[in-house]
C-alpha cells in the first residue's frame, strides 16, 4: 500500500511569504506527527495529532505556525511571515491509532526561505 | 527534561563487520520507548528497531540488535555483518509515557555510518 505522502517536495519561497506544506498519511493510521529537520540535525517535535485534535503542540516555535487536520487524515503545516530560519526539511509521520510504536515517515518537505 | 545524547558523528565500519552505535537517554518517567531510524542520503526516516522500557529481552531484527542497559539508560544499536547499503545517518529516539495523548519522538544528533568496501 501507499506510505506517506508529502507535497511539495521543494518549496522555496521569500522572506515574508505564507507556505502550505501538506501531508498524506498511511490510510488509516490516526496518530499524525509533524517534524522539522535542520540540517546536521536530527528531526524536532512540532506537533501530534490524534484524529482531527492536535494533542500535542508543544513544539511549534511560534504563533507563526499553525497545523490543521480537519477530517482526521490529511494535514496541512502553515507557516506565515516566513523567516530564513524556517528553512529546513519538514517532516511528516503517521503511526496506528492502537499502536505507537513505529511512525512512519514520508519524504519531506525541503523548505527554503530565500 | 527527556534528552538522547548520540556522542559519535561518524563511525567506519568494514564490511561485513559488526558495529555500535551509541545512544544514552535522560527521562524521568517509568514508561518510554526507545527507537532506531536509518536516513539515507535520500533523506527517508527508516525505521530499524523498537525497545520498550519494561521490555525483558533486548530488541532484534534481523541484522539488528539493541543492547538495552537500563540502569546505565543507553540503548546501542548494534549491526552485524554491515553491507555497503548500510551507509546512512543513524538516529537515536524515544518516546515518553504510553496512552493516546503522547506520541512524539525526541531525537539525538544522529551519528554518520560508512561502510568500507
Known amino acids: 500500500g501507499a506510505g506517506v505522502s508529502q507535497t511539495p517536495s521543494n518549496k522555496v519561497t521569500e522572506k515574508g511569504k505564507y507556505v502550505e506544506l501538506r501531508c498524506d498519511p498511511i490510510?488509516?493510521?490516526?496518530?499524525l506527527y509533524w517534524y522539522r529537520q535542520s540540517l546536521g540535525q536530527g528531526p524536532e517535535f512540532l506537533i501530534y495529532?490524534?484524529?482531527?485534535?492536535?494533542?500535542?503542540d508543544s513544539g511549534l516555535p511560534n504563533d507563526r505556525f499553525f497545523a490543521v487536520r480537519p477530517e482526521g487524515s490529511v494535514s496541512t503545516l502553515k507557516i506565515q511571515r516566513t523567516e530564513r530560519g524556517d528553512s529546513a526539511v519538514y517532516l511528516c509521520?503517521?503511526?496506528?491509532?492502537?499502536?505507537?510504536?513505529?511512525?512512519?515517515f514520508g519524504p519531506g518537505t525541503r523548505l527554503t526561505v530565500l | 527534561a527527556q534528552k538522547i545524547t548520540q556522542t559519535q558523528p561518524g563511525m567506519f565500519v568494514q564490511e561485513k563487520e559488526a558495529v555500535t552505535l551509541d545512544c544514552t537517554y535522560d527521562?524521568?518517567?517509568?514508561?518510554?520507548?526507545l527507537f532506531w531510524y536509518k536516513q539515507p542520503s535520500s533523506g527517508e526516516m527508516i525505521f530499524l528497531i523498537y525497545?520498550?522500557?519494561?521490555?525483558?529481552q533486548n530488541a532484534t531484527e534481523g541484522r539488528y540488535s539493541l543492547n538495552f542497559q537500563k540502569a546505565r539508560k543507553s540503548a546501542n544499536l548494534v549491526i552485524s555483518a554491515s553491507q555497503l547499503g548500510d551507509s546512512a545517518m543513524y538516529f537515536c529516539?524515544?518516546?515518553?509515557?504510553?496512552?493516546?495523548?503522547?506520541?512524539?519522538?525526541?531525537f539525538g544528533q544522529g551519528t554518520t555510518l560508512q561502510v568500507k568496501p
Open positions: 509521520a503517521s503511526s496506528p491509532n492502537r499502536e505507537l510504536n513505529e511512525q512512519f
Open positions: 490510510s488509516g493510521h490516526t496518530a
Open positions: 495529532f490524534q484524529g482531527t485534535g492536535a494533542a500535542d
Open positions: 527521562t524521568s518517567d517509568p514508561s518510554y520507548g
Open positions: 525497545q520498550g522500557s519494561y521490555d525483558q
Open positions: 529516539a524515544m518516546r515518553e509515557g504510553q496512552g493516546s495523548n503522547t506520541g512524539k519522538l525526541i
